[in-house]
């Protein structure tokens, strides 16, 4: 077995929680290092902390399976799909979930998301991907999928050696796949949607809007495929605008309103920032202002620039809102932080001269769990904020 030996003292991110080990802190390396392949990480005292898969060709040279010594076979995989499993069926809602995220159900590098009897998955890492098939030959016994969807054509996949791909693995896909999300109707494409089809990290998010949106003038600024504006309508606002820079994202949304037979509502196709500047000049008004971009942030670099970006995106909607109005404003860039997030709020609030009450502070769905241990795994923010 091969083994990787940590510099001093970088044992206590692991002691702690998290399953990522870099290849700047290993100190000695004994035995061969192949792609996909198994390792142990011990501590420079030779401590064992964990064992998993290797990724020679990355920054994250090996991503921690299990903490005890045991093989990484069939036998575990089955024992961590169960377990995930389990924990959805706790939730209350299998059918329409994220059913495995990654390191935080010990399975890192493996995304699976259940949409009714479709199951879509992405093996973003050398040692998952290689032992697909039995993923598969699991899923496909413990859930009985009428398909399972690969969506492999993520940039992230190159940083592994890996080729962007996307097809239908088991089974066939229905001709139209339709999943009630909080009741509302949304059809899924898992061979174009984002991600693997669909977002469900906002799930619950959409969910809690109810309260704040009855009888109001709601502004949905990046509605994807109709998100928390589909919702604003289904909870009874007065009218709803939602604009995205998507054409074809826009043409689903407009397809799930008609589903659900929401007709109070305009569509836009506009870059959030110059919408919300036009409609600053206009001095347009709005009840309830919804936020949900793109990360601006997808790497530690980009952090600065990605505060501005928040700052600005926030400051412009908050002008667009009366005393009591509403801000639902989200980040889903985990070098973000909640604290840091907290702080662009505050000095966008500043800036535009308004006070801002917090009703509620949210994260993603439970279905993507958090893990203490591992503060990466908590990368959505999603504020609910009143102006006072």
């Not at 109001?216 to 604003?232: I, M, R």
Request: a neutral charge.
């Amino acid at each position: 077995m091969t083994t990787l030996s940590l510099q001093a003292g970088k044992e206590h991110r692991f002691l702690r929680g998290e399953r990522t080990v870099y290849a700047g802190e290993v100190a000695h390396i004994e035995g061969e290092i192949t792609l996909g392949g198994e390792a142990d990480v011990v501590s420079s005292r030779g401590q064992f902390l964990g064992r998993g898969f290797l990724s020679p060709s990355s920054k994250q040279l090996l991503r921690i399976v299990t903490r005890e010594r045991r093989p990484l076979d069939e036998s575990l995989f089955e024992e961590l799909l169960r377990e995930a499993i389990a924990y959805r069926r706790m939730l209350g809602n299998d059918s329409c979930c994220r059913l495995v995220f990654g390191d935080a159900d010990s399975l890192p590098g493996l995304t699976v998301d259940r949409f009714e009897s479709v199951l879509s998955i992405q093996t973003l890492t050398a040692g998952m991907d290689q032992r697909k098939e039995i993923l598969c030959d699991l899923l496909e016994r413990l859930l009985h999928p009428a398909a399972i969807y690969e969506r492999n054509d993520v940039a992230v996949r190159k940083k592994e050696g890996l080729p962007l791909k996307k097809g239908l693995l088991r089974g066939s896909l229905p001709s139209e796949l339709l999943v009630r999300e909080n009741g509302f109707l949304i059809k899924i494409d898992v061979e174009k949607g984002q991600k693997t089809g669909s977002y469900l990290d906002q799930r619950e998010n959409h969910a809690a809007i109810a309260p704040y949106v009855s009888g109001k003038q709601v502004l949905d600024a990046c509605c994807c495929t109709g998100g928390f504006g589909l919702h604003a309508a289904g909870y009874g606002a007065e009218f709803v605008t939602a604009s995205d820079i998507s054409a074809d994202a826009l043409e689903q949304a407009r397809e799930n309103y008609a589903r659900n037979g929401f007709d109070r509502v305009e569509f836009i196709e506009a870059d959030v920032f110059e919408l919300l500047r036009e409609y600053e000049r206009q001095g347009r008004q709005f009840d309830v202002v919804i936020l949900d971009p793109p990360a601006f942030c997808k790497n530690k670099s980009a952090l600065e620039k990605a505060c501005r970006g928040y700052k600005e995106i926030n400051l412009r909607a908050l002008r667009l809102l009366p005393k009591g109005g509403i801000l639902v404003t989200n980040s889903c860039s985990h070098y973000l932080t909640p604290e840091l997030f907290w702080e662009v709020l505050r000095s966008a609030a500043e800036d535009a001269g308004k006070g801002l009450r917090v009703i509620e502070q949210r994260i993603q769905s439970r279905d993507h769990p958090v893990t203490l241990g591992d503060p990466q795994s908590l990368y959505l923010k999603c504020m609910i904020l009143q102006v006072i």
